[in-house]
């Protein structure tokens, strides 16, 4: 099935340390992004790439950081930078026709 | 600045009514996209729409697009609780803007 995998589904960060959240797709979409969404509100864009080996800064950008050396995949580090990191991450690609974002099911960042 | 808005952002309405919610933006834009997000979960795709006038329908959701206005309604017929969820418009320009959601709960 085609489709956008994010792992690990629940993470947990101890202060000071980096994560780094996964997101794969096998949709053969050249866009991929990152959101972050904090209870109740809307979704915030926090990195975005239109091919590979390149992306760009979203709105949020600050304590966190991309690679883009595959297609396929399009990892989110979570740096000790960012101080409050707890809230529900979401990566997504679209297709250029329709412009349509499929999303992954989500990570959930918390701190100990 | 680049603006989304969506009204009302909480929606309480008993099973069997209709209602309508708004989508107001602040820039041209090509595209315009309806998501529906259940607790929890991540977001899936109800509409696209393209063109000013458009409208589409599935089910008992129907979304309109007029882009003199800049303006997207998703109108809900004859609601029922499996409905209940958060549902948001989102702009696409150079990027993706998505609206702050509305919150719906339908009444059994």
């Known amino acids: 099935d085609g489709g956008i995998t994010q792992s690990p589904k629940y993470l947990f960060r101890k202060e000071g340390q980096n994560v780094t959240l996964s997101c794969e797709q096998n949709?053969?979409?050249?866009?991929m992004y990152w959101y972050r969404q904090d209870p109740g509100q809307g979704l915030r864009l926090i990195y975005y790439?239109?091919?590979?080996?390149?992306?760009q800064k979203g709105d949020i950008a600050e304590g966190y950081s991309v690679s883009r050396e595959k297609k396929e995949s399009f990892p989110l580090t979570v740096t000790s930078a960012q101080k409050n990191p707890t809230a529900f991450y979401l990566c997504a690609s679209s297709n250029p026709e329709g412009g349509i974002q499929y999303f992954g099911a989500g990570t959930r960042l918390s701190v100990l | 600045e680049l603006k989304v808005e969506q009204n009302p952002l909480f929606l309480s309405m008993q099973e069997g009514k209709n209602y309508t919610i708004y989508c107001n933006y602040s820039?041209?834009?090509?595209?315009l996209y309806w998501y529906r997000q259940d607790p929890g979960k991540s977001l899936e795709s109800l509409f696209v729409l393209l063109s000013n006038g458009a409208v589409k329908q599935e089910g008992r959701l129907m979304a309109s697009l007029d882009t003199k206005a800049r303006l997207s309604t998703l109108h809900i017929t004859a609601a029922v609780h499996d409905l209940s969820a958060t549902y948001f418009c989102?702009?696409?320009?150079?990027?993706?803007?998505f609206g702050t959601g509305t919150r719906l709960k339908v009444l059994a």
């Open positions: 949709l053969n979409h050249d866009a």
């Open positions: 820039t041209t834009s090509d595209r």
């Open positions: 989102a702009l696409r320009t150079y990027k993706y803007i």
């Open positions: 790439s239109q091919i590979v080996n390149d992306f």
